[in-house]
């Protein structure tokens, strides 16, 4: 049984950075994973991904501000954000896709851990 552990959230001011980690307990073989957020009342929108070869990929309300990475020791994903924005405020989710596809659609997703909060005051 996968389960993926978020951790890292919290509150930050406005230009500030956090580090969310995506721990996956359990034996998990994945093509990509990611980290989705949901603001409230808004639908659940991708924001960031790294495939098994490293590729990355990134929304462009955040590339150049936010990086993806890996610790395949470890099981942990991670997703460093800087220059924090208010809208950056969401629940922060990672997710584990077994099969390669498109990385922006959750409904392509096999694994999801409970979610973060992050918040970004102005």
């Known amino acids: 049984q996968v389960q993926l552990v978020e951790s890292g959230g919290g509150l930050v001011q406005a230009g500030g950075s956090l580090r969310l980690s995506c721990a996956a307990s359990?034996?998990?073989?994945?093509?990509?994973m990611a980290w989705f957020r949901q603001a409230p009342g808004k639908d659940r929108v991708s924001v960031a991904a790294?495939?098994?070869?490293?590729?990355?990929f990134y929304a462009d309300s955040v590339k150049g501000r936010f990086t993806i990475s890996r610790d395949l020791a470890k099981n942990t994903w991670y997703l460093q954000m800087n220059s924090l924005k208010a809208e950056d405020t969401a629940v922060y989710y990672c997710?584990?896709?077994?099969?390669?596809?498109?990385?922006?659609?959750?409904?392509?997703?096999?694994?999801w851990g409970q979610g973060t909060q992050v918040t970004v005051s102005s």
């Open positions: 359990g034996r998990i073989s994945t093509a990509l």
């Open positions: 790294i495939s098994n070869n490293d590729a990355t």
């Open positions: 997710a584990g896709k077994i099969f390669s596809g498109s990385w922006t659609e959750p409904l392509g997703y096999d694994y």
